[in-house]
C-alpha cells in the first residue's frame, strides 16, 4: 500500500503525493538476473533510499519523474522491498512492504 506524503502550501490548499513501488508490482515474478525498480516519490525530496530484504539503504537516482534502483545480485525466492525518503527539514517517512518473487530458473516445457 503506498505511503501518501501530504504537504502545506500557501493558504489552506495542501498537495498530496504517493511514495510507492511502481515496478514490480505487488506479487509479481521476475524472472531476469537485473532488474530496475521504479519509485514514485515527489522529486523535490532530499533523498529517496531502497531496501530490500531488510538490508542496507541503498541511494535511488531521479530521471523521468521518478527514483529507479537497479538491483542484481539476487537469489531466487520472496522478496520484500521498502523506499525511504528524507524530506527537506530532515523528516523520515518510509513505505510499507512490498512483495515480489524471483525465479530464474528455465521452465521447461513437457
Request: proline fraction near 6%; charged fraction near 30%; aromatic fraction near 10%.
Amino acid at each position: 500500500m503506498p505511503v501518501i506524503l501530504r504537504r502545506k502550501h500557501q493558504g489552506k490548499k495542501r498537495e498530496s503525493a504517493r511514495l510507492s513501488v511502481d515496478f514490480p508490482r505487488q506479487g509479481e515474478i521476475i524472472s531476469f538476473p537485473t532488474y530496475t525498480l521504479r519509485l514514485s516519490a515527489p522529486q523535490d525530496l532530499k533523498n529517496v533510499e531502497v531496501s530490500i530484504d531488510g538490508g542496507a539503504w541503498r541511494a535511488c537516482r531521479q530521471a523521468e519523474g521518478f527514483w529507479w534502483y537497479d538491483w542484481s545480485d539476487y537469489d531466487d525466492g520472496e522478496h520484500s522491498i521498502v523506499t525511504r525518503v528524507e524530506l527537506r527539514e530532515g523528516r523520515m517517512l518510509a513505505s510499507e512492504p512490498h512483495q515480489c518473487f524471483v525465479d530464474l530458473q528455465p521452465k521447461r516445457v513437457p
